[in-house]
């Protein structure tokens, strides 16, 4: 198999803790293939059904029988090939809320990186300090505002 493919159907089986996937079925999915081949295709994203099969789309899409996504992300408009497949896609999991999820990324993952990392132009910056802080108190808010089953502390 291609280890392209192989390494997109391997993370998923892993992501979604499924005990085998059938290879040979989802050799030829067409989204995959259109991920991995086509310039202007950037997003992969990878739900589970409730058979336990694997579904695949070119875009976010709302499916209503899932909690969680995993989304292969293509860092620039390239082909993605054997040897930059590892450097060239970003893989992001999605576990229940887009918002809570995006706010946790930026709070707890992103906003950590860039201002405390070696950009020393980040730091220099102060109008992407205040973007970056009014985008989480603002995500912060929609979060708090929800139904109270979402946890914004949890690491």
Same mark, same amino acid.
């Given at each position: 198999?291609?280890?392209?493919?192989?390494?997109? #159907?391997?993370?998923a089986?892993?992501? #979604?803790?499924?005990?085998?996937?059938?290879?040979?079925?989802?050799?030829?999915?067409r989204?995959?293939?259109?991920?991995l081949?086509?310039?202007? *295709?950037?997003?992969?994203?990878?739900?589970?059904?409730?058979?336990?099969?694997?579904?695949?789309? !070119?875009?976010?899409?709302?499916?209503?029988?899932?909690?969680?996504?995993?989304?292969f992300?293509?860092?620039?408009?390239?082909?993605?090939?054997? &040897?930059?497949?590892?450097?060239?896609?970003?893989?992001?999991?999605? $576990?229940?809320s887009?918002?809570?999820?995006?706010? !946790?990324s *930026?709070? &707890?993952? #992103?906003? $950590?990186?860039?201002? &405390?990392?070696?950009?020393?132009?980040?730091?220099?910056? $102060? &109008?992407?300090?205040?973007?970056l802080?009014?985008?989480?108190?603002?995500?912060?808010? *929609?979060?708090?505002?929800?139904?109270?089953?979402? !946890?914004?502390?949890?690491?």
């Amino acid at each position: 198999m291609d280890p392209r493919s192989q390494f997109i #159907f391997s993370t998923a089986q892993t992501y #979604f803790q499924l005990d085998s996937i059938n290879l040979n079925e989802l050799e030829n999915e067409r989204h995959v293939s259109s991920f991995l081949d086509c310039l202007n *295709i950037f997003t992969l994203a990878c739900y589970l059904e409730k058979n336990g099969s694997l579904l695949f789309f !070119n875009e976010i899409v709302h499916h209503d029988n899932t909690k969680q996504m995993l989304v292969f992300v293509k860092l620039q408009p390239t082909y993605i090939n054997e &040897k930059n497949y590892k450097t060239n896609v970003m893989v992001c999991s999605i $576990p229940g809320s887009p918002v809570l999820s995006f706010y !946790n990324s *930026i709070s &707890k993952l #992103f906003a $950590p990186l860039l201002l &405390k990392g070696d950009d020393k132009s980040m730091l220099q910056d $102060p &109008k992407i300090q205040i973007a970056l802080t009014n985008l989480a108190a603002g995500l912060s808010s *929609i979060v708090s505002e929800g139904d109270g089953s979402e !946890n914004t502390t949890s690491n």
